[in-house]
């Protein structure tokens, strides 16, 4: 075989990405991938029983404008995540609320609202400080990475329903529990989303919508472009060798392929799995031993009906049981109304706890719990279950992303994507946008391409890191215009002004307060203030004190006389 330009190590979206730039400037190239498919994180399952189903990667939502861009190039079009009835919060003993407004669940009272609204807006300021790109200069970094996220929460929060909101975030927006992970970390993964909001949010945010099809076939639509016959599956990768004057990258087959360059896109725990020659330098060996895989298995129970919207219910919950193992769930009906299924997610210690479990005893645990939060012996009866661990994935070795602990980033933060001769970094984990997502994946992949096509004199440096233009499904004219003429029914003006409002591809410094106040209309801008001027509660046990004692004062002061 010839030499080649570069050899990208991981069909995955970010692999594949970095692959077809290259292709496109003229390069030659081929991607070698150790499973039997492309796709990486991106799963997804097709049979008559489930239709089509992701057991990863599978939502996209707002500013998520590359994915959107290669979604609509290839054919693939979106259909909206289902939340229109009552939403569910399951507490310990039997505990049940249901609610339909809110990016978070309710807490169990207003001192706890007051508490949780306190501490998600003070995370939305304080992501606002760091730098996407470099979240290690951060003014704070210091402080805030020698700190985990639970000794933050143990400092700002204080009552036991905000605990357990603030704790449910951390474990189903980073599959981590949190004391595990550094602050500085959270907030760098916060800001690269847009903020909390953005993140946790259906309407508006990260979960807005799912893929018709799934997720995999960007992957196999970016597989096409690039040539069936430059991507190569089955093809473990064991070592890579530099030297002067190019890249030796052997697989587990015996092959051996020249490069002027490599990309390596694979999560960064498997990167140490590969024989390096030279050695990793010291920094690099270091960081990728303190690179922890999140934990998750993400399983599917489907039924005859969708039960849960016969009650009255979006399918959606957040779960707080000793007993259960799914933590949160979602509804899982296709766009056309096809195969109803109940979305849930073992996450972080649960998962890390259960995964010894059999699969079958895990689908009976998990229908118990279901016929609890839903109060229905319906969910007792799936017709059908699918499931995936991804800690047990050999190739992936957990999801969503890698975990990153106190200390790391102030110490090794320039290493995630620094060139080691001629070979680069992709992978979700070093994107600056949407990081941990199937965006920055995509975002991470095109921009190592283009650092090699600068090496090569092919491209300028100005050019390596690009934004990419507001997609046209997030923009306010056009849905706005789709509503009125009946093309969007997902966009009717009437029902939702705020449902039409523009998320401009540059709000990774946007505070959702701010935003809101500033373009929102009717509900959402009363709402907004209400979160916006409303006190921590110590603040307002001070007031209330206070108020209290000025109150007690003028009633001795009118009474004095008559004593």
């Not at 039924?303 to 016969?310: C, I, L, Q, V």
Request: aromatic share 10%; hydrophobic share 40%.
């Amino acid at each position: 075989m010839e030499a080649l330009d570069v050899v990208v190590v991981g069909a995955g979206l970010s692999g594949l990405s970095a692959a077809r730039v290259l292709a496109e400037q003229g390069q030659s190239v081929l991607v070698l991938e150790a499973r039997d498919r492309v796709g990486g994180r991106t799963y997804t399952l097709r049979n008559d029983k489930v239709g089509y189903l992701d057991l990863g990667a599978a939502y996209v939502g707002p500013t998520q404008n590359r994915l959107l861009r290669l979604a609509r190039e290839f054919g693939v079009k979106t259909y909206r995540t289902y939340d229109e009835q009552d939403l569910i919060v399951y507490r310990q003993h039997g505990i049940k609320k249901r609610y339909q407004d809110g990016l978070f669940p309710p807490t169990g009272g207003f001192l706890s609202w007051l508490d949780l609204n306190n501490v998600v807006r003070l995370l939305d300021s304080m992501c606002r400080e760091v730098p996407v790109q470099a979240p290690w200069t951060a003014r704070r970094a210091k402080e805030w990475d020698t700190m985990t996220v639970q000794q933050f929460l143990d400092q700002h929060v204080w009552t036991k329903g905000a605990m357990e909101a603030m704790r449910e975030f951390v474990n189903v927006n980073v599959t981590s529990e949190a004391y595990e992970v550094s602050l500085l970390w959270l907030l760098w993964y916060l800001a690269s989303a847009g903020g909390p909001l953005m993140m946790n949010g259906t309407a508006h945010g990260a979960q807005e919508r799912k893929l018709i099809g799934g997720t995999q076939q960007i992957s196999e639509g970016l597989m096409k472009k690039i040539g069936l016959d430059k991507v190569l599956l089955n093809r473990p990768v064991c070592k890579i060798e530099q030297t002067s004057g190019g890249v030796s990258v052997y697989d587990t087959c015996g092959n051996v392929y020249q490069a002027s360059h490599c990309i390596v896109a694979l999560a960064p725990p498997l990167q140490t799995r590969i024989t390096w020659s030279p050695p990793l330098p010291a920094r690099r060996n270091q960081m990728l031993q303190r690179l922890p895989m999140g934990s998750v298995i993400k399983t599917f129970h489907y039924y005859k009906t969708p039960f849960w919207r016969h009650k009255g219910m979006s399918g959606a919950a957040a779960i707080d049981d000793d007993e259960g193992l799914v933590a949160s769930t979602y509804d899982h009906v296709l766009h056309d109304g096809s195969h109803p299924a109940l979305v849930g997610f073992v996450l972080s210690d649960r998962a890390r706890t259960f995964c010894e479990l059999s699969v079958e005893e895990r689908k009976r645990r998990i229908c118990k719990l279901y016929a609890k939060v839903f109060q229905t012996d319906d969910a007792l009866h799936p017709v059908h279950y699918e499931e995936k661990n991804w800690a047990a994935d050999e190739w992936s070795g957990g999801c969503y992303t890698v975990m990153m602990p106190p200390g790391l980033l102030t110490t090794f933060g320039e290493e995630i994507r620094a060139p080691v001769g001629r070979v680069h970094w992709a992978g979700t984990e070093t994107a600056s946008q949407w990081t941990g997502y199937m965006e920055g994946a995509i975002q991470a992949g095109e921009r190592a391409a283009r650092e090699i096509l600068h090496e090569k004199g092919l491209v300028d440096a100005s050019d390596i890191w690009q934004d990419e233009p507001e997609d046209e499904l997030y923009d306010m004219y056009t849905r706005t215009q789709a509503a009125i003429t009946g093309e969007d029914l997902d966009a009717l003006f009437l029902d939702a002004v705020f449902d039409s409002m523009p998320v401009e591809a540059h709000v990774f410094s946007f505070c959702f307060w701010d935003g809101v106040l500033e373009g929102g209309q009717g509900k959402p801008l009363e709402l907004s203030l209400l979160e916006k001027q409303a006190p921590s509660l110590p603040s307002f046990l001070r007031m209330s004190l206070l108020s209290g004692a000025a109150a007690a004062g003028l009633m001795w002061r009118a009474f004095k006389p008559r004593l």
